[in-house]
């Protein structure tokens, strides 16, 4: 049985970027109806024509398509009557103040945070690789490692002797490397002391950390999350925190990843985050001669992406250089574009972007923003 209550948890987090507030808050859904698993959800945009209206859609169709049951999804659009309209205004100027310093992320960053069911399936690899190569694509990325205790972003990157330091406002300015930016603990802690201090925090308030604390760039387009194994309080934390983050879930070719399929899916539903898709890593091995052989068996991803009803992103192959360059922090994507796993990667990287388009700042509420004060100064004849 689809949940309303679930509808409207992940209607939440679609976001109006200029806003900076989700529609639901900002009284935009106007309805819910449920038919077995066929949703409509009824949205009044601030005018008809409004140039989000189709990222405003796309959003609400892959996260309410992202819950479990959901068949299919309908979105119908109608426009705001004048009091509608001033009456958003009103309270998204009210949610500004009271959310006076919520992350250092700009609402307009996309979040994709890189999850599994399990340990060691690729999830740094394919975070740091999947970032640079997005950044190949000529978009400003992030990269954070949510992995506080266990993290391996530093030497993936080849910074381990990176020192971070803070700027006027006592905010940490995160390394610029490979053309992203990065935190990682790894990179502030350099001493066993401060490490253990670190331990000591609760996971969930190291993240909040590097959200708040952190000088990420406001024109970052990406922010790429590589989550650690296992814990749901991390993806709970994310979510309270950057409603507008998102999942993909990486998974080895193994066939029992049905079972881990049914976990993440259920951390997802629980934390309202949708999945983007799913990509399967250490998709076999092919030899130079073009052998290839399925050293982790066949179908894992195919199955886990049919199993929530998302599409399989990508398939990256078991590849030497991978080792390699984790190792030496020369990723592969940079180091040896042209091996068969960063062509994955590179491919990859080029679907996850067309499915999660960057986000665009030219909203209905920025014109009507400056159309009230236009009207206004008129009235006042301070115009
Ligand atoms: N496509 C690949 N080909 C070859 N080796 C790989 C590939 N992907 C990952 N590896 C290797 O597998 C190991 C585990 O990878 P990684 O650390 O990225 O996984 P993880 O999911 O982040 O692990 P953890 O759960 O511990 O955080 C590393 O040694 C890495 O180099
Ligand atoms: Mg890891």
Same mark, same amino acid.
């Given at each position: 049985m689809v949940n309303p209550a679930d509808v409207e948890g992940v209607l939440r987090g679609v976001i109006d970027p200029e806003l900076g507030s989700d529609i639901v808050e900002l009284g935009m859904l106007r309805d819910i109806t449920i038919d077995g698993g066929d949703v409509t959800v009824t949205i009044a945009l601030t005018i008809a024509a409004c140039p989000m209206r189709d990222q405003i859609e796309?959003?609400?169709?892959?996260?309410?398509?992202?819950?479990?049951? &959901?068949?299919?999804?309908?979105? #119908?659009?109608?426009?705001?009557? +004048? +009091?509608q309209r001033s009456e958003l205004m009103s309270t998204a100027r009210f949610k500004a103040r009271e959310d006076a310093e919520p992350t250092m992320v700009s609402p307009l960053t996309r979040v994709i945070a890189v999850s599994s069911g399990k340990g060691g399936v690729g999830k740094s690899s394919l975070s740091v690789n999947l970032a640079l190569a997005v950044a190949d694509l000529g978009f400003r990325v992030g990269l954070l490692d949510a992995d506080i205790w266990g993290f391996s972003v530093p030497r993936m990157l080849g910074a381990l002797d990176a020192n971070l330091e803070a700027d006027e406002d006592r905010k940490i300015v995160p390394l610029e490397t490979h053309g992203i930016q990065a935190i990682s603990t790894g990179l502030i802690v350099d001493d066993e002391g401060t490490a253990l201090m670190w331990r000591g925090l609760m996971l969930s308030k190291a993240l909040e950390q590097f959200l708040r604390d952190v000088r990420w760039d406001s024109d970052l387009d990406y922010l790429f999350i590589d989550m650690p194994p296992g814990t749901g309080d991390v993806q709970m934390a994310l979510s309270r925190l950057l409603p507008q983050a998102e999942m993909v879930v990486i998974t080895t070719p193994q066939r029992?990843? +049905?079972?881990?399929? $049914? %976990?993440?899916?259920?951390?997802?539903? %629980?934390?309202?985050?949708? &999945?983007?898709?799913?990509?399967?890593?250490?998709?076999?091995?092919?030899? #130079?001669?073009?052998?290839?052989?399925?050293?982790?068996?066949?179908?894992?991803? #195919?199955?886990?992406?049919?199993?929530l009803a998302v599409p399989l992103i990508g398939q990256v192959p078991l590849d030497p250089f991978v080792v390699e360059g984790g190792d030496d922090g020369r990723p592969v994507v940079r180091a040896h574009p042209g091996s068969?796993?960063?062509?994955?990667? $590179?491919?990859?990287?080029?679907?996850?972007?067309?499915?999660?388009?960057? $986000?665009?700042?030219e909203t209905c509420t920025a014109r009507i923003a400056v159309l009230a004060q236009q009207l206004e100064e008129m009235a006042t004849g301070t115009g």
């Amino acid at each position: 049985m689809v949940n309303p209550a679930d509808v409207e948890g992940v209607l939440r987090g679609v976001i109006d970027p200029e806003l900076g507030s989700d529609i639901v808050e900002l009284g935009m859904l106007r309805d819910i109806t449920i038919d077995g698993g066929d949703v409509t959800v009824t949205i009044a945009l601030t005018i008809a024509a409004c140039p989000m209206r189709d990222q405003i859609e796309s959003d609400v169709i892959r996260r309410v398509g992202a819950i479990p049951d &959901v068949e299919s999804v309908t979105v #119908e659009v109608g426009a705001m009557t +004048q +009091q509608q309209r001033s009456e958003l205004m009103s309270t998204a100027r009210f949610k500004a103040r009271e959310d006076a310093e919520p992350t250092m992320v700009s609402p307009l960053t996309r979040v994709i945070a890189v999850s599994s069911g399990k340990g060691g399936v690729g999830k740094s690899s394919l975070s740091v690789n999947l970032a640079l190569a997005v950044a190949d694509l000529g978009f400003r990325v992030g990269l954070l490692d949510a992995d506080i205790w266990g993290f391996s972003v530093p030497r993936m990157l080849g910074a381990l002797d990176a020192n971070l330091e803070a700027d006027e406002d006592r905010k940490i300015v995160p390394l610029e490397t490979h053309g992203i930016q990065a935190i990682s603990t790894g990179l502030i802690v350099d001493d066993e002391g401060t490490a253990l201090m670190w331990r000591g925090l609760m996971l969930s308030k190291a993240l909040e950390q590097f959200l708040r604390d952190v000088r990420w760039d406001s024109d970052l387009d990406y922010l790429f999350i590589d989550m650690p194994p296992g814990t749901g309080d991390v993806q709970m934390a994310l979510s309270r925190l950057l409603p507008q983050a998102e999942m993909v879930v990486i998974t080895t070719p193994q066939r029992a990843a +049905q079972r881990v399929a $049914a %976990r993440v899916a259920d951390m997802a539903r %629980r934390s309202h985050m949708p &999945v983007v898709g799913v990509i399967e890593n250490m998709s076999g091995f092919t030899t #130079e001669d073009g052998k290839h052989y399925p050293l982790f068996g066949t179908g894992g991803g #195919e199955e886990l992406a049919t199993e929530l009803a998302v599409p399989l992103i990508g398939q990256v192959p078991l590849d030497p250089f991978v080792v390699e360059g984790g190792d030496d922090g020369r990723p592969v994507v940079r180091a040896h574009p042209g091996s068969p796993a960063a062509e994955a990667l $590179a491919s990859a990287a080029a679907r996850l972007v067309e499915l999660v388009p960057k $986000a665009e700042d030219e909203t209905c509420t920025a014109r009507i923003a400056v159309l009230a004060q236009q009207l206004e100064e008129m009235a006042t004849g301070t115009g």
